[in-house]
């Protein structure tokens, strides 16, 4: 899912605050950037548990999908942006009913910031 975005040492979008656990490029401030989260790199928190706000994914749950050790999800996290993460399985519990709100950690290892320039646009959400 790529989602743009300013660059800072923690990069502020429409949906949150990422920070990327491995960029790869050096960045200058005010550039536009694209924030890439891996499918993989999500998990489910608790709502009412005190957390960071960076690298805190919330929206609604649209949709859950098991595949064996996976679990496929789509949450809304604007109106006009969905993302999809794979789960292992055993997360399934964690998870609300389909159209609750649901809260994602995304590991900042599964985060990566990319200069607009690399991304080609049917790439974007």
Do not use: Y
């Not at 548990?49 to 996976?70: A, P, Y």
């Not at 999809?84 to 590991?107: N, W, Y």
């Amino acid at each position: 899912t790529l989602i743009s975005g300013d660059p800072q040492p923690e990069v502020a979008t429409a949906i949150g605050i990422w920070r990327c656990g491995n960029c790869r490029q050096p960045l200058s401030p005010g550039a536009q950037v694209t924030v890439l989260l891996r499918p993989d790199a999500a998990s489910p928190l608790p709502l009412n548990g005190e957390t960071d706000r960076v690298n805190l994914l919330q929206g609604k749950l649209l949709e859950v999908s098991f595949r064996g050790s996976q679990v496929r999800i789509e949450v809304a996290a604007a109106e006009d942006t969905v993302l999809r993460f794979e789960l292992p399985a055993r997360s399934a519990a964690a998870l609300p009913a389909r159209g609750g709100p649901v809260a994602l950690h995304i590991d900042p290892a599964g985060v990566d910031v990319l200069a607009d320039h690399n991304i080609h646009p049917n790439m974007r959400s």
